[in-house]
């Protein structure tokens, strides 16, 4: 079965992020085996520390060469990626082989897609992500990403909730990346 990975860019515990994610891990269910990567403990990138990279880095770029696909879910901050995110995939975009800057690097390839709970659902963020994205070099399923916007109800409960636009998208967008993987199997 194919393996997708969670990476939400918020570490908010019960945020609207987190939110998203545990509906994306219900929605995918049984039709691919899905884990949540836990990257709190990824350092700050500095390029003198690369090699050995630290724990933390090695442990989840393991995680992310195991997946055959990333599912993105992200906060926007000042309209930007985040950068405890862009962090990460700072990490995750170098060489893994210290004698070649140029080799593959842990997400190199992965097949990656990208949502977004924000206040206006991520009109920013989510196109800036997914540049990033394949700027790494991953297929991302660009014009499959989506976003939910944090509604003012929402901010009151801190509960987020979705439209039924909102919950058809990401239900298109899981059924886009799992055919993506059965073409990719
Ligand atoms: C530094 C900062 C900048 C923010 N900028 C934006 C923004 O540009 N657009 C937006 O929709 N929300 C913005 N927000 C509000 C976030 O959407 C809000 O904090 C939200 O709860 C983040 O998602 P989370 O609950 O998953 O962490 C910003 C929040 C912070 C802390």
């Not at 906060?75 to 309209?79: F, S, T, V």
């Given at each position: 079965m194919a393996k997708v990975l969670m990476i939400n860019g918020s570490?908010?515990?019960?945020?609207?992020?987190?939110?998203l994610t545990e509906k994306?891990?219900?929605?995918l269910g049984?039709?691919?085996e899905v884990s949540v990567l836990h990257w709190a403990d990824v350092p700050i990138y500095v390029q003198n520390q690369e090699f050995p990279a630290p724990a933390a880095v090695a442990r989840v770029r393991d995680e992310v060469r195991a997946a055959d696909a990333i599912w993105f879910v992200t906060?926007?901050?000042?309209?930007q990626i985040p950068g405890g995110l862009k962090n990460l995939t700072d990490w995750l975009s170098r060489s893994l082989d210290a004698a070649n800057p140029r080799g593959e690097s842990a997400?190199?390839?992965k097949i990656t897609t990208v949502s977004a709970a924000a206040a206006d659902g991520g009109t920013h963020v989510r196109p800036l992500l997914e540049e990033l994205l394949a700027f790494i070099r991953t297929q991302v399923q660009r014009e499959a990403g989506s976003g939910v916007a944090i509604k003012p109800e929402n901010w009151a409960s801190g509960a987020l909730t979705l439209s039924e636009a909102e919950e058809a998208a990401l239900h298109q967008q899981a059924t886009a990346l799992l055919a993506r993987l059965a073409m990719a199997a």
């Open positions: 570490l908010h515990a019960g945020g609207f992020n987190q939110q994306i891990v219900a929605l049984a039709r691919a906060p926007e901050y000042n309209y997400i190199h390839g």
